[in-house]
């Protein structure tokens, strides 16, 4: 099966691309299985795209150019317990003592973007290498049951653990991500966001992230792979 998949400018991250979390969850919203997505290369922004679907794996193509490749998967990881939603709001306003965001412009996290428009995901530090922050999804992330869809939620799963990694030496691209809705996530209710490292080799490093509902129930959760390009 082919659908054809588009990255609307909105969805960037960084100024030329798609954000990753955002194209791999898109791919995601299309399968019928739980997949583990690698990024092949930047996704391009306005341009369409083939997504072909086998029935336990997928290829999105640009023209002739391998742009992600999807394959089924069944991960798990230990997930640390929820902080409370004013910890995660001391955690935003803190100020930062590193600097993950060099994408002011990215959808998920950009300091730039309006409520509304962006995510307005802005994590801090609640640990060693992990992060918290605050989420409200508001109305026009849903669909017509009032659920989160699925390309804002792996949106969501994405950059926390960028911002988790806490180092100013190098950029961090994603490069490979598997995600898990557990509970719908929905419009206008109160989240708790965190990421935080779960191993690094060479350049890879590997983070996990969750959204938390108020109550502390793990409502989605993911593992990613970042791989460090220098500054």
């Known amino acids: 099966m082919t659908f054809s998949l588009q990255v609307a400018k909105r969805f960037k991250g960084p100024p030329n691309s798609g954000n990753g979390g955002y194209t791999a969850g898109l791919i995601a919203a299309k399968l019928n299985f739980i997949p583990e997505v690698t990024l092949r290369q930047p996704p391009p922004l306005e341009q369409p795209m083939q997504l072909n679907v086998q029935a336990d ?12 490749e999807a394959k089924v998967t069944d991960f798990q ?36 973007r309006m409520r509304g428009d962006g995510l307005a995901i802005y994590p801090g530090n609640v640990g060693p290498q992990k992060v918290a922050a605050p989420w409200m999804p ?11 869809k699925t390309e804002f939620i792996w949106s969501a799963l994405d950059c926390p653990g960028a911002w988790a990694i806490q180092d100013d030496s190098q950029f961090y691209l994603l490069g490979r991500m598997a995600a898990k809705e557990v509970h719908p ?30 109550a502390g129930k793990v409502c989605a959760f993911a593992k990613a792979t970042w791989i460090s390009v220098k500054q």
């Open 138 to 148: 508001y109305e026009n992330l849903g669909n017509e049951f009032g659920n989160v």
């Open 57 to 68: 794996s997928a290829v999105l193509m640009h023209q002739d150019n391998l742009i992600a």
């Open 77 to 112: 990881i230990t997930i640390p317990p929820v902080i409370t939603h004013a910890e995660a709001v001391a955690a935003m306003q803190a100020p930062k003592t590193y600097d993950a965001v060099l994408i002011p412009s990215c959808f998920v996290c950009g300091s730039v």
């Open 185 to 214: 996530i929905k419009i206008n209710a109160t989240y708790i966001i965190m990421g935080w490292v779960l191993g690094s080799e060479g350049r890879k490093t590997w983070t996990g992230t969750a959204i938390y509902d108020k």
